[in-house]
């Protein structure tokens, strides 16, 4: 088993900068893909970013390119997201996940930890 908490989230004015935070525990060898998701309510679970934990191979959703960055520090098995120029659209839970797929489906990833809620307002 894997247990994955996020932390990091909060509440930011249109263009500021947030950075979140997953640290995983337990089988943390179970897994090589780890990544960001956000949802908000009536809307499915989309993408944001993944890493290949083992390679550091990184890519990201259209819509963040060049704002938000994921990394993975293995000393601490934590993963990270930092967003820059935040948009009042990216008001969402942010979910960290972990698994053997790559995506974009959530079904890829096999654990997730229990979200942190992102507010941007304009």
């Known amino acids: 088993q894997v247990q994955l908490v996020e932390s990091g989230g909060g509440s930011v004015q249109a263009g500021g900068s947030l950075m979140l935070s997953c640290v995983a525990s337990?089988?943390?060898?179970?897994?090589?893909?780890m990544a960001w998701f956000r949802q908000t309510p009536g809307k499915e679970r989309e993408i944001v970013a993944v890493?290949?934990?083992?390679?550091?191979?990184?890519s990201y959703a259209d819509s963040v390119k060049g704002r938000f960055t994921i990394s993975h520090d293995d000393a601490t098995d934590t993963l990270y997201l930092r967003m820059n120029d935040l948009k009042p659209e990216e008001t969402a839970m942010y979910y960290c996940?972990?698994?053997?797929?790559?995506?974009?489906?959530?079904?890829?990833?096999?654990?997730w930890g229990q979200g942190t809620q992102v507010t941007v307002s304009s």
């Open positions: 996940a972990a698994g053997n797929g790559y995506g974009p489906s959530p079904d890829d990833f096999i654990y």
């Open positions: 337990g089988d943390i060898y179970s897994y090589h893909y």
């Open positions: 890493i290949y934990t083992a390679g550091g191979m990184r």
